[in-house]
């Protein structure tokens, strides 16, 4: 797409990536470009920066942690971990899978105040994710559960080292931030996203000898590559999304630097590494045990490291021999920030870089066949053939799921049921055909309970007396059975899994059948050509209506 006059938000702007796309997206003449990166002082320097390049356009910096809701955006994590309050709110959060939750995170108010036409994403997720390590996390939690075993106490450590463990969960989060993204872009109608992605171990394989001072293999690092895949195939699955942005990703598979080679104080973590000094009349003993806590005897010298490095950016700080180790040939390598902002602003603009790792991924998949299209008619005869001589309806079994698919199938035969045709479902009232239904789903035992069997509820037209089976599909939460029936929350199950009776409901399926039937017309009768395959010939509206085409077209 064009770039000129747009608004653009860069996430992860200031960084070593962000910096160098935010000035190759500058040479496009935008209207403006969002900097958003994880403290104000990093925001608010990355667009003064970049605003002495030009006075052209507008930038603005946001700040703030984009994996958690507003309140806690500016906590480190250790903020958040140190209080219960926010540790079960994020857990909440994230494993809460309610659409007003989504609304609450600082990324999708961000993206809902920004309006950007075009999102570049060069925040680090799988590390942002990955290095929460679920795995210290899980084995502090699995020392204390074994204590409370043999005492018969559960010790109020133990609660905040299992409420940290639920806020460590890797795909949860990952899962959360993406359906957050997509929702805030859906909504204000973003054209274009593209993730500058990772591959965790900078192209290098399980044997990775690079682990940040981790022992090898690191789980961490592993998990990292794990959390990145996922992310791919979620990026993947939200660019088949027919409401979706166009969505793009690149990937670089080796190192990326670098942003400055200087002398001074080395950071790990943003903090100076101070110095220490263990005289050798000191010498620690190793004959019977090794403490890994530091003894008396270690000195500090009251001074911070200091030394000539490169900064690579997310990738850390390096001496001149790590970097010469890890960037010689057969080891990781590297790649420069420009190389990878040309790249994004190609996909952007629609060029083909050949390095979009969606669109590889969506030519390398095995997709429908011919074939299987030929089959597909045969494997329907059969089964209307068996349906025909069994006299056994084969409606839906609750096993493709969701429950809402069951309820519209089942609502559809029930209309079929009950008027047969399109035409005749339409030339009937809805009056009428709730009364019909409800006779029909009182008087036959064996129709009643093949739906109720299998989860799904349902609502008399009175709304407020229903049937069902041993157990429901909706509502469900794991934390209770009893909920308040009220009736915003039965308009509601009756949306997402009960089969509605109320007129109300047969209401819905009229503007649904002349939304169907007013589509198939816009087709000209004389228009034979291969344009539209749901026409009027494809519905044959006098004949017994086909429920499951009438779904699958809804």
């Given at each position: 797409?064009?770039?000129k ?8 702007g ?5 910096t ?10 935008p209207a403006s ?23 052209k ?29 926010n ?43 990955a ?8 084995l502090?939690?699995l020392?204390d ?9 559960i ?14 969960l890797?795909?949860?989060q990952l ?10 872009m ?18 290098m ?24 895949g ?21 990937k ?11 002398h001074?104080?080395i950071l790990?973590g943003?903090n ?13 003993s ?14 500090p010298?009251?001074?911070?490291l ?7 950016g ?20 590297y ?33 429908s ?9 045969l ?5 209307n ?11 839906a ?19 079929k049921?009950?008027a ?10 809805a ?20 739906i ?13 007396q ?6 429901v ?5 794991p ?41 198939a017309?816009?087709?000209?009768a ?10 009027m010939?494809?519905?044959h509206t006098?004949?017994p209506?086909?429920e ?7």
């Open positions: 797409m064009e770039i006059g747009k608004n653009i938000l860069v996430l992860g200031w960084g070593l990536v962000g160098a796309i935010c000035r190759v997206l500058i040479e496009r003449g470009i969002t900097i958003a990166s994880l403290t104000r002082e990093q925001a608010e320097s990355a667009c003064e920066e970049l605003g002495e390049l030009t006075d356009v507008k930038f603005f910096p946001e700040w703030g942690n984009i994996f958690v809701r507003n309140e806690m955006k500016d906590l480190t994590r250790d903020e958040i971990l140190g209080s219960r309050e540790r079960l709110t994020l857990a909440e959060d994230v494993l809460e899978q309610t659409p007003n939750s989504l609304q609450k995170f600082f990324l999708h108010d961000m993206i809902m105040r920004r309006k950007p036409d075009i999102v570049v994403d060069c925040v680090n997720t799988a590390t942002g994710v290095y929460q390590d679920v795995y210290s996390a899980g502090k939690v020392k559960v074994k204590a409370a075993h043999k005492s018969k106490n010790s109020d450590d133990l609660l905040t080292k299992v409420e940290t463990l639920l806020d460590s890797y795909l949860p899962v959360r931030h993406v359906q957050v993204i997509y929702n805030a859906k909504t204000v109608k973003t054209k274009s996203y593209v993730k500058v992605g990772t591959s965790g171990t900078g192209g394989g399980l044997n990775i000898p690079y682990t940040h001072s981790e022992d090898k293999p690191s789980r961490v690092l592993l998990s990292k590559t794990s959390v990145a996922a992310h791919s195939l979620l990026l993947f699955l939200m660019a088949r999304t027919p409401d979706a942005p166009y969505v793009k990703e690149v670089p598979a080796t190192a990326i630097a670098w942003k400055g080679i200087k001074g104080e790990k943003g100076p590494i101070p110095l220490f000094d263990c005289p050798p009349e000191n010498a620690i190793v004959t019977e045990k090794f403490d890994t806590k530091a003894p008396d005897a270690i000195k010298l009251g001074k911070n200091e030394g000539v490095f490169i900064d690579t997310e990738n850390g700080t390096f001496s001149l021999g790590e970097f010469t180790a890890i960037t010689t040939s057969e080891q990781m390598e790649i420069t920030p420009e190389e990878i902002a040309q790249t994004v602003l190609w996909e952007i603009e629609g060029g083909a870089s050949g390095h979009d790792v969606v669109g590889a991924i969506d030519a390398s998949i095995l997709t066949t011919y074939r299987a299209g030929i089959m597909r008619s494997a329907l005869e059969k089964m053939n068996l349906v025909e001589e069994h006299q056994d309806g084969s409606v079994y609750e096993l493709l799921g969701p429950p809402r698919l069951s309820k519209l199938l089942w609502e559809a035969h029930l209309l049921r009950a047969s045709s399109i035409d005749n479902v339409l030339a009937t009232s009056e009428e055909l709730s009364t019909k239904i409800a006779e029909l789903v009182k008087s036959d035992m064996k129709l009643r309970s093949r109720v069997s299998i989860g799904i509820p349902i609502l008399l037209p009175d709304g407020k229903v049937l069902r089976g041993s157990f599909k909706v509502p469900q939460d934390r209770k059975t009893v909920f308040d029936a009220t009736q915003e929350n039965i308009n509601h199950w009756c949306e997402t899994g009960w089969l509605d009776l109320r007129v109300s409901n047969i209401e819905k399926w009229h503007d649904r059948l002349n939304k169907l039937l007013s589509h017309k816009s087709v000209a004389n228009d034979t050509s291969s344009h539209s395959l749901r026409d010939s494809f519905w006098d004949k209506l086909n499951g085409e009438i779904v699958g077209w809804l």
